[in-house]
């Protein structure tokens, strides 16, 4: 989802990094890299959407980052348990450290975690420089409960004579851990076989992420792999006879969602795209054709894209179902332009690109190009009233930032004044903020609502 141009434009111009990583401590050896001072207020002030005030919240610094990396930055956040969650540096290792978004106070901080060698550090080409990869982090929930993973792509056993095995290494920390030096409840090696650092396309990054059904790893190589975790026992699952249809892209409680040859989507055996056809779209059930084209998923929703019999090149219909039925929730006439879907915490709005959706009214906003708007409005985040932030143009040669009432407006983008920056995540009394560090690195800000 971040990858090599998104740390490219979020450190451009900053202070600090060589585009090397810190170097993870093997055996005896020392990570190099200082550790992160503590969280405190509120020091740079930011220009920040009239929603959350700019002097009231925490910051925290991770300056030890390199200038560019190829990685998601080292920063989640758990919306139902309100944690704020970063990858730091100590001497022993990578540390993972958790904090509540609300107040700043740590809920906990992990003992000095070790990752598999790294792909750069194991020789492997592509991984120098620019393209970098860095322990990252992700929170999943599951079976009611939230967790938070910090995780890394490496090679496990390799030496001159020997390969290793390539895995991405899971450390599974429950989101109500409290104290210091915590332990991973469990660490989960994820064999993996990728093709080549992360890159700027979203379907080709290495991701950990959940998308509403629990944690899953995505990767592409040389066969494109999707497996889901089970956080409680370790257990891998992966695609298998599914993917023989298509590309796996989320496991639901009916089975693999699996993108076909054609871009359509299906759970084999359980629903296909055509059973829940949306008002308005050409396609019919029974014919094979490309349509209902599968786009993202996030929070158990499906974002489709369909033809109209008006217009048989572009997709100007979109639409959103189940993830686990395959049920159509709504739908609406606009063309998606895909960044990254983002939902509000409490999952009553729903966006990808220029789309966005309020569920519980069943209504969407359209925020593409039109007659009166030279470019769109890319969501970034939305909170739980339905304000969603997002950047013009998706920050492609534009800095604009703008914001839009889903909830109750009229659906119109509210330009920001020059400067403003949109929250990375929208939680319930904060805005999470990720801008260049005044020392380098990242800056992690945790703002409060007015």
């Keep these: ?75 989640a956040v758990g919306t139902r348990t309100d944690l704020v969650a970063y990858v730091t540096v100590s001497e022993d290792g990578y540390v993972t450290q958790a904090r509540q978004a609300s107040t700043g106070r740590t809920l906990f901080t992990g003992k000095p975690w070790q990752p598999p060698t790294s792909m750069a550090e194991a020789g492997k080409y592509g991984y120098e420089g620019n393209s970098v990869e860095l322990p990252s982090i992700s929170t999943a929930f599951q079976d009611g409960r939230e967790y938070v993973v910090t995780w890394a792509h490496g090679i496990l056993g390799g030496d001159a004579l020997n390969k290793g095995k390539e895995v991405v290494r899971l450390a599974v920390y429950p989101a109500d ?34 998308y ?28 298998g006879d599914s993917c023989t249809k298509g590309r796996g892209e989320v496991k639901t409680g009916k089975g693999w969602l699996v993108q076909d040859m054609y871009g359509s989507f299906l759970v084999p055996g359980a629903w296909t795209a055509f059973d829940a056809i949306p008002p308005g779209a050409s396609a019919k059930k029974g014919e094979v054709s490309m349509d209902g084209l599968y786009r993202s998923t996030t929070r158990g929703h499906v974002f489709s894209s369909w033809h109209t019999p008006a217009d048989k090149i572009l997709s100007p219909l979109t639409a959103v179902h189940d993830a686990t039925t395959g049920l159509l929730e709504t739908s609406m006439p606009c063309e998606l332009k895909h960044s990254a879907p983002v939902a509000s915490p409490n999952g009553r709005f729903v966006a990808d690109g220029t789309v966005a959706f309020d569920l519980q009214r069943r ?81 992690v800000s945790a703002l409060k609502h007015k």
């Design 1 to 75: 989802m971040a990858g090599a141009v998104l740390a490219g434009a979020l450190f451009a111009g900053c202070g600090g990094g060589d585009g090397k990583a810190p170097v993870p401590a093997q055996g005896d050896a020392k990570a190099s890299g200082k550790p992160a001072p503590p969280a405190q207020g509120v020091t740079v002030q930011l220009t920040t959407p009239p929603a959350y005030a700019a002097d009231q919240g925490w910051q925290q610094s991770l300056t030890w980052m390199p200038q560019k990396y190829s990685s998601k930055p080292p920063v």
């Design 177 to 210: 851990a409290s104290g210091d030096a915590v332990a991973p409840e469990r660490e989960i090696d994820v064999p993996v076989e990728t093709r080549g650092p992360n890159n700027s396309n979203d379907e080709e990054n290495l991701r950990v992420e959940d």
């Design 212 to 239: 509403g059904t629990g944690l899953q790893v995505h990767w592409s190589g040389p066969i494109n792999g999707a497996v889901s975790v089970d956080l409680t026992t370790g257990t891998i699952d992966a695609c």
């Design 363 to 443: 209504q969407g906003t359209c925020l593409g190009e039109n007659e009166q708007r030279k470019q769109g409005v890319f969501v970034k985040a939305v909170t739980d009233a339905g304000t969603a932030y997002g950047t013009v143009g998706n920050g492609l040669g534009d800095t604009s930032t703008a914001e839009v009432d889903l909830a109750s407006g009229t659906g119109t983008p509210k330009l920001l004044p020059p400067g403003t920056v949109v929250p990375a995540w929208a939680m319930k009394d904060t805005g999470v903020f990720l801008t260049p560090g005044p020392a380098g690195g990242l800056l």
